[in-house]
């Protein structure tokens, strides 16, 4: 196994849930590192996430589009020497939900904004790209199996067709142009900092204010759940010692059922099960999604180091002490697209 060496990460989508913890690991784990992070500031980006990384000197936001080649040029001038310089691709349209009232952003950013990205990365030279996926991209499961790197891609709707197609955009940058690409495709992520759309900030959300948590048909959906920072490392690990060309799936084989995670946040939270209200259920809504990790564990030496037992606590108790940055994101444009999905 070799390692390549950069001293510079281009994070797209770092103001995000799993960007912005990206940033924080990264002048954790990393010091000497500079981190330049492109993001578009969407409804989903969100500076107040990366207050404690303002003024670093090794720090820099750019303030910019990736569907614009103008800002992606910006950002590559911020990193400098594009021989040290790892990209980590994050910067998406994420929320499956949105995707269904609306596909155009999806295909626009994901799709669009990933191939502009990839030529101006190729253009100047980068070392490095890592392009992170989801297992949403491999469609559906039945009630046994896992996804592998070969399963087929089978994306059911707006959101992962869009990244499926990114996927295949970053590979034929491989195939075609020998680009130093790498592909993730991860499980769902919890932890600090995720807006709260998402199932898990929305609930501890509503629970603490003793309203309605709104679970999608029966509530037997399963999900497979991996704490952020555990993803993050396994980026890091890729970005660090993946073999350009090959695709890495990330999970933690922590899948359960929709209302079990729901029920145990309850119980954390000592708030009633009576709160847990079923509304009508996602258009097109994905059975079950659980991913065999097994290639990245073996090949590259990356292991979740959290349990699920561990890091839901640590993950409500953050929300709790965050009641004001919660506040301000269920203000304004949250609400209004709130009361789209949800109604009233
Ligand atoms: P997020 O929605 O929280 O953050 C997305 C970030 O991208 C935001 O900061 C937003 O401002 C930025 N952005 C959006 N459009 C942009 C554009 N055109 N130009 C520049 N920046 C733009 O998303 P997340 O949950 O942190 O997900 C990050 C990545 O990880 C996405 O690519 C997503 O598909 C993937 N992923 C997420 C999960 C998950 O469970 N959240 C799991 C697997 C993969
Ligand atoms: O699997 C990885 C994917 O996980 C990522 O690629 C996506 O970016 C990320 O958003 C996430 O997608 P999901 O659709 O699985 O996450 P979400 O939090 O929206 O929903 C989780 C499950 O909870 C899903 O079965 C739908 C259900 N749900 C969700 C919401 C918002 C509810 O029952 N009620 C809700 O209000």
Not at 135 to 144: N, T, W
Not at 204 to 214: C, F, G, M, R, S
Not at 255 to 281: A, F, H, W
Request: glycine share 10%.
């Amino acid at each position: 196994m070799s390692t390549t060496h950069v001293s510079t990460v281009l994070v797209t989508g770092g103001a995000g849930f799993i960007g912005s913890n990206f940033c924080h690991m990264l002048a954790e784990l990393r010091p000497d590192w500079r981190v330049v992070n492109l993001d578009a500031l969407t409804y989903a980006g969100n500076l107040e996430n990366l207050t404690a990384l303002e003024g670093h000197p090794n720090y820099t936001f750019v303030h910019g589009d990736i569907r614009q080649p103008e800002d992606v040029r910006r950002a590559l001038d911020a990193a400098g020497d594009p021989g040290q310089v790892g990209v980590v691709h994050m910067a998406a349209e994420s929320h499956v939900d949105r995707s269904i009232q609306g596909g155009l952003p999806f295909v626009t950013t994901n799709v669009a904004g990933t191939q502009v990205l990839l030529d101006a990365c190729r253009e100047r030279g980068v070392a490095r790209f890592v392009h992170v996926s989801t297992d949403e991209v491999y469609g559906s499961l039945g009630d046994a199996g896992f996804f592998t790197e070969e399963t087929p891609l089978a994306p059911n709707s707006p959101y992962s067709a869009s990244k499926a197609g990114s996927d295949l955009l970053v590979r034929a940058a491989f195939h075609t142009h020998g680009f130093p690409a790498c592909i993730t495709r991860c499980s769902n992520n919890y932890g600090p900092y995720q807006f709260p759309e998402k199932l898990l900030p929305l609930i501890i959300a509503n629970a603490q204010e003793d309203k309605p948590l709104p679970i999608y048909g029966d509530g037997m959906y399963v999900r497979d759940w991996l704490f952020v920072r555990d993803h993050n490392e396994a980026i890091l690990t890729v970005l660090e010692k993946g073999v350009p060309g090959e695709v890495y799936n990330i999970g933690g084989n922590n899948e359960m059922p929709n209302l079990r995670l729901v029920k145990q946040v309850l119980k954390e939270l000592g708030k009633p099960e009576s709160l847990i209200t079923y509304v009508k259920d996602r258009p097109g809504h994905d059975r079950r999604y659980a991913i065999d990790a097994s290639k990245i564990r073996r090949e590259l030496g990356w292991e979740p180091r959290y349990t699920f037992e561990r890091a839901l606590p640590l993950t409500i108790s953050w929300y709790q002490s965050q009641g004001e940055w919660l506040q301000r994101l269920r203000s304004g444009a949250y609400r209004e697209y709130y009361s789209r999905q949800y109604g009233a």
